[in-house]
């Protein structure tokens, strides 16, 4: 899943914490934080967890689609599902998505699972 210090991205933690409970699966986080946040580590508590930093100079949507899908040449996603947080956009961005969820959405060889938070 993908995380960020956003309120989209706490969405999309919270879901991917519950999604990752309820499957009993591993939750892989890919987060722009250099850190696990202190408020992240009660969310995380019993749950089994990775945590990876996408550096500044990193693309972060390449970063999610390699930890959903490490070996590109399988033809196999080894995660169940990605998960990501979308802001509500104006009028006018509507058509328009981030770089980052688009590629997402358009290269994931898995279900995305698109949070809002609100």
């Known amino acids: 899943m993908a995380h960020s210090s956003s309120d989209e991205g706490r969405a999309a933690l919270v879901h991917g ?62 995660a169940p599902a990605i998960v990501i947080g979308l802001r509500r956009r104006t009028t006018e961005g509507r058509l328009l998505l981030g770089h980052t969820a688009e590629r997402v959405l358009l290269e994931a060889p898995c279900p995305v699972v698109t949070v809002k938070c609100g």
Do not use: I, K, M, Y
């Open 17 to 78: 914490v519950h999604r990752a409970r309820h499957d009993r699966t591993v939750l892989h986080v890919v987060s722009r934080e250099p850190a696990v946040p202190e408020d992240v580590l009660d969310l995380l508590e019993g749950l089994t967890w990775e945590w990876e930093q996408c550096g500044a100079g990193d693309d972060f949507a390449d970063r999610v689609l390699r930890a959903a899908c490490p070996a590109e040449d399988s033809g196999t996603c080894g």
